[in-house]
Structures are given as structure tokens and as C-alpha cells.
């Protein structure tokens, strides 16, 4: 299993004071059922003790990629069109071949 984050989920992470450590966790959680499938190869997970929420896409349950962060309270969820963008993602996601995916480092 590999667990990616992109720049900016990374740099909001650590401002939410967000550890590795608690993402590792929360896929762990997901590979048992406990996250909210979107559909797509979109998720959502709460983080950071319920006070925000994570869009996770997957390629399968091999590779893992933290997009998006936001807080509850500054946001009830995300709407049609952000999903629809992020289903649109995981699908580029999906279609990389397993050598791009070893360079996602």
C-alpha cells in the first residue's frame, strides 16, 4: 500500500497539526469500512479528532492519494461540482500506469 499527499493537502495538513502518523491511521480505518464512499474512487474521512474532514482518492486499495482538506465548521461539504471534479481526478489517477505511480514519490 502507498499513501500519497499532493503540495497542497501537505502544507494544510501541517497546519492543522494533522501528523502522518493520523493519515497512515485513517487509511487504515478505510481498508475497514469506516470511511464515507463518494463514489468514483472518491472518500471522505473525518481527521484531527471530528474537526475536519479529507477527500481521499484510491486506485484501488494499493495506492492512496490525500487531495483535499477542510475544517467541519467552515464547511458542511463539498458540493456536485467539486465531486464531480474530484471523481474526474481519481479516474487520472486510475489510468496511471504502475511505473508513474513508483515516480509519485
Known sequence: ???????????????????????????????????????????????NKNRDRAIILTKSAEYWFYTFLYAKQDMANINHRELMGFRELAKHYANLSEEK???LS
Do not use: C, P
Not at 18 to 40: F, H, N, R, T
Open 1 to 47: 500500500m502507498r499513501i500519497f499527499k499532493t503540495k497542497w493537502f501537505a502544507r494544510e495538513a501541517s497546519s492543522h497539526g494533522i501528523s502522518d502518523d493520523e493519515l497512515y491511521q485513517a487509511i487504515q480505518s478505510a481498508l475497514q469500512g469506516k470511511v464515507v464512499d463518494l463514489g468514483g474512487g472518491v472518500y471522505k474521512k473525518r481527521l
Open 101 to 103: 505511480n513508483d515516480g
